[in-house]
């Protein structure tokens, strides 16, 4: 699939990055306000004891190292786990405060802004990340914990095109969300994270109203692929070709996000394909789920706001 790349490649201007202002206050223990309106709590549960011992030594690893930017970046990311947004942010705008050319502080803390619906803000940090990044090698990023295979699918550059495009589809500017998926697609080394971008730039597309081109970039996608992480994405991709049920996929026990990510992907089939009715009751569906910080249930939540 990355014979694609040289398809469609496209090159974009970024706009500069002003300061970014403070995120508004909550009382405690609440993030953020949903775009419907709903207060969203904190939903801290235990986290694996695996995910916590591995995170504390690698904060432990790269204080070592004198790397106090990337211990930074791990503890951030460890707050986000137990939904802790806010404070991962607070935390991620310190240091940025003492590291502002650092482009993984901005993917991160845009990354969680993403999180708390302030799509600007998102943009803003992504936006900036992304300049911070031309003319670099990409780096490798780690997991949280590894997959089954060990080995981690995506990379600085590649998580920076990915939520940027997200930041912007969120914010239905689908022609600049476009444009970062293809740099997304570019940058992408392996099936998985190709297949993660292609779905995005595939409903940014349809969205767009460039319904040939989308089933064209589409057609590399095949139901024998080395996906290690993105199944849902992958499935999502062939139900759009005409190539899997996708009854099969609301029917089957999947975990919370993974949930989110078919109820919006099936409920976005519906309605491009003009059943509207049927896509806003799947949407709903997501909402009334209630896993709010998935990407799937904050594209459903637009979703019913319009």
């Known amino acids: 699939m990355k014979c694609l790349s040289a398809v469609i490649f496209i090159g974009f201007i970024l ?37 916590s011992e591995r995170i504390d030594s690698l904060v432990l690893l790269e ?20 939904g802790e947004y806010r404070k991962a942010i607070d935390l991620l705008s310190k240091r940025i405060d003492q590291d502002s050319k650092n482009p993984a502080l901005y993917r991160h803390r845009g990354h969680r802004y993403i999180s708390l619906r302030a799509f600007d803000l998102a943009i803003k940090d992504l936006e900036k990340a992304a300049e911070l990044i031309k003319d ?114 609301l029917d089957t026990e999947t975990d919370a996000l993974s949930d989110a990510t078919v109820g919006y992907g099936i409920g976005n089939w519906h309605y491009i394909n003009g059943r509207k009715d049927r896509a806003m009751e799947i949407w709903q569906s997501v909402y009334d789920a209630g896993n709010w910080a998935s990407f799937g249930f904050i594209a459903s939540e637009a979703e019913l706001v319009k």
């Open 15 to 51: 706009g500069c990055s002003s300061p970014t202002p403070k995120f508004a206050t909550h009382p405690e223990g609440v993030q953020t306000v949903s775009l419907l309106g709903d207060t969203l709590r904190t939903n801290s549960t235990m986290l694996p004891q695996a995910l």
């Open 63 to 82: 204080r070592s190292r004198d790397a106090e930017t990337e211990a930074v970046i791990w503890e951030a990311r460890y707050l986000g786990y137990n």
């Open 136 to 249: 670099t090698e990409d780096i490798v990023e780690q997991d949280g914990l590894p997959n089954a295979l060990n080995q981690p699918t995506s990379s600085l550059h590649t998580n920076i095109w990915y939520h940027l495009g997200l930041a912007y589809y969120l914010s239905e500017d689908f022609e600049k969300a476009q444009r970062a998926y293809v740099e997304c697609i570019n940058a992408s080394t392996n099936d998985d994270m190709m297949t993660a971008a292609l779905y995005w730039y595939y409903m940014s597309l349809r969205r767009d109203g460039q319904d040939e081109y989308a089933g064209k970039i589409i057609e590399p996608i095949q139901a024998e692929m080395n996906i290690v992480e993105n199944d849902s994405y992958h499935k999502l991709l062939l139900v759009f070709k005409g190539e899997f049920d996708p009854n099969a996929l």
